[in-house]
């Protein structure tokens, strides 16, 4: 006769299955310093041999565990057969003349925000070239790395085709850095559409052919008007004094 209402066998493996419990909690103490997790009961691929970044491999022969990505593949998404909006040439290697996409409100105020972020501290809100970078290096011994930044608005640069300048920001030109390692194909042409506007500011009509980017922008707005103007922000920064803002 038993009082439990569990029969004898019952018991015994409500018992060893405690045990095992047991077991495998403590069983994931073992002592020591591992990579493995303590207790894994399906591992699946979760824990797979692999190497570190930087490491060496003695399986290749260059003893790295990185492998370059195999000649001719691209990763998906990095495809970059348009060779104006990445380049700002046309197929036959000539600079385009134009932004190559339609340049919209949201081009500029993303271009504004770019260009004072990017270029403003060399080259000034306005495009003066007298940024903050030029003037604190001032009476320096290194005054001269980014001393005479010419001006945006100078007619040689008004005229020059959005191409000729994608390729400025994107290589860089003489003492100035390329940003294309920062600033992605996009955010550069919308700072050139910008840069349009500080010329247009500037009193440097950008040469016909060129980027207008009033006339584009002013399109969903309904308004014809050459001069409406991308929102009101250019005429709000127009009084900046040369040299007088911290910026
Ligand atoms: C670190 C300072 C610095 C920054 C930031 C900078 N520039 Fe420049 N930029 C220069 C200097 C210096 C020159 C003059 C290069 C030379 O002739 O040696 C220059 C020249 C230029 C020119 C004229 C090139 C020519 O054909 O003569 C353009 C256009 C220009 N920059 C655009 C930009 C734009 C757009 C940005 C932002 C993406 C930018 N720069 C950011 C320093 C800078």
Known sequence: MSFSPLS????????????????????????????????HLVPDMDNQA??????????????????????????????????????????????????PFDVTEATLSRGEERYNIFCAPCHDKMGSGLGA?????EGTADQSAFSGIPSLTLGRLADAYDGE????????????PGYAAQVPAD?????????RVLQDLGGRKPKPGTQAPEATAAAPAGGASATAAPTATPATKTPASPGGGSQ
């Open 8 to 39: 004898r066998s019952a018991r015994g493996g409500l018992a060893l299955s405690l045990v095992c419990a047991t077991a495998a909690v403590f069983g994931g103490c073992r002592g020591g310093v591992s990579e493995d997790p303590p207790l």
């Open 50 to 99: 692999h190497k570190r970044a930087q490491s060496m491999s003695p399986v290749f022969a260059d003893g790295r565990a990185a492998r370059r990505p195999v000649e001719h593949t691209v990763a998906r998404g990095h495809l970059r057969t348009d060779t104006a909006r990445f380049e700002g040439k046309d197929e036959s290697g000539q600079l385009i003349p134009r932004i």
């Open 133 to 137: 970078v030029p003037r604190r290096l």
């Open 165 to 176: 300048l994608f390729q400025t920001i994107t290589h860089g030109k003489g003492r100035m």
């Open 187 to 195: 955010d550069r042409w919308a700072i050139i559409a910008w840069v």
